[in-house]
């Protein structure tokens, strides 16, 4: 087992996970490169939080394999967490210590905690020193449970769900958080999210799981720059939409469709028009429709 | 500096950088000399990933609008390039292809809306911050 330094910080091959008779996880490939901000995203229950389990050594893979900075995380568990910061999805930090407390838990387990950075954190994200845990709110739990992820500069940040359940404030304390760790420090992040926006806005790549399968896996410029959405409309009323390519999913009422496709808009726009249709408008579609147009082709 | 950015837009997010940094520069609210946030403030401030603004500054830097000082910054260029003809055509378009199918909706007609147009310009009197943005456009015609 060498340490090996290649760019790449995860990598995970023709990864199958099944919990009983439910397929979690199938045939998912990722890799993911020193410094990339990676968006993960999916809905509920798409296999998102198996497949961090599995980079936390939590799971074992029984298909496929599963490297963190090249090392099986199963075999060698302290090598690869030691270098991880962590917030879970649930924040299941111990309620009954106080803010103080947490970080002093917390630093025994990781030889690089910063102590100054520590504190620098805990004012931040106004965290008061003797609060217990257990009376925190939700947005100051989840700024908690980051001081602990942040405060020993861990190579590679890994959130599962940061945002859920947080209102705007909280939110935006956590996109800092990631901003800030890969603009001062060029870290890598790994976050999974169900909230698009906030993976198009920091994110530099993005794989999207559905059923337990990664249906896309690009840079986000290529996703931008490689899907369209048309709004079509046609000549004659009542007519299915003529077969035109690189259709990913369409709705319409028989007169009007809105259509989101992956190739070059030239040839799209050509073909639509030779099919009878006219072309109302065309733009680059947000990640929240090119998620949707996947998930339910 | 104050940028926004608007995600329910199609343009990309580097694109819209570029965009408002030009209006700014052009519109005399940057001027020459004029120190950019750094890549890292400016992320931190908008939320986005750095490499979006890396992009939108080098893109800036190729047209000749700002210039790198190693290790101290970007600043706005000594003599930044106003916006050219067809860049002022482009904006003024797209404003105005909204206009014009918001006319249609409503039934009024181009001789109608062109009246209002002149209506409007007088009501709002000289333009004030237009000078050096006024120039350049007519130089090249």
Known sequence: ?297 | MLISINQSDGTPMYFQLVRQIKHLIATGRMGPGDELPSVRALAQQLLVNPNTVVRAYRELETAGLIYTRRGAGCYVAEKPVPYSDAECRRILSERIDALVAESRNLGYDLERVVALLRERNSALGTAPKAEGNEEKPHEQL
């Open chain 1, 1 to 297: 087992m060498s340490n090996c330094e290649s760019d790449a910080v995860i990598e995970v091959s023709g990864l199958s996970r099944s919990f009983g008779r439910k397929e979690a996880l199938r045939d998912v490939s990722l890799r993911v490169k020193r410094g990339q901000v990676f968006g993960l995203v999916g809905e509920n229950g798409a296999g998102k939080t198996t497949l961090i389990q599995h980079l936390l050594g939590a799971y074992q893979a029984k298909t496929g394999s599963v490297r963190v900075f090249g090392i099986n995380p199963v075999y060698d568990p302290t090598a690869v967490l030691g270098r991880i910061g962590y917030l879970s999805e649930d924040r299941d930090l111990p309620r009954w210590m106080r803010v103080r407390e947490l970080m002093r838990y917390t630093q025994a387990f990781y030889p690089n905690w910063d102590p100054a950075f520590a504190e620098k954190l805990r004012e931040e994200f106004s965290l008061p020193a003797d609060a217990k845990i257990g009376t925190l709110s939700r947005g100051e739990l989840a700024r908690a449970g980051l001081l602990a992820a942040l405060a020993h500069r861990p190579e590679l940040l890994l959130l599962d769900e940061p945002s859920s359940g947080l209102d705007a404030v909280a939110r935006q304390h956590i996109l800092a958080a990631v901003v800030r760790t890969v603009a001062e420090e060029g870290r890598t992040v790994v976050f999974s999210s169900h909230l698009l926006e906030e993976v198009e806005r920091v994110a530099d790549h993005v794989a999207m799981i559905h059923e337990g399968r990664v249906v896309l896996d690009m840079g986000m410029d290529e996703v931008k720059a490689r899907h369209r959405k048309f709004i079509l409309r046609a000549k004659e009323a009542g007519r299915a939409l003529p077969k035109l390519p690189g259709v990913i999913h369409a709705v319409g009422d028989g007169r009007e469709w809105s259509v989101v496709c992956e190739g070059e808009e030239g040839a799209f726009v050509h073909a639509a028009q030779a099919a009878g249709c006219e072309v109302i408008e065309s733009a680059v579609p947000t990640l929240e429709a090119i998620f949707v147009a996947r998930a339910t082709a």
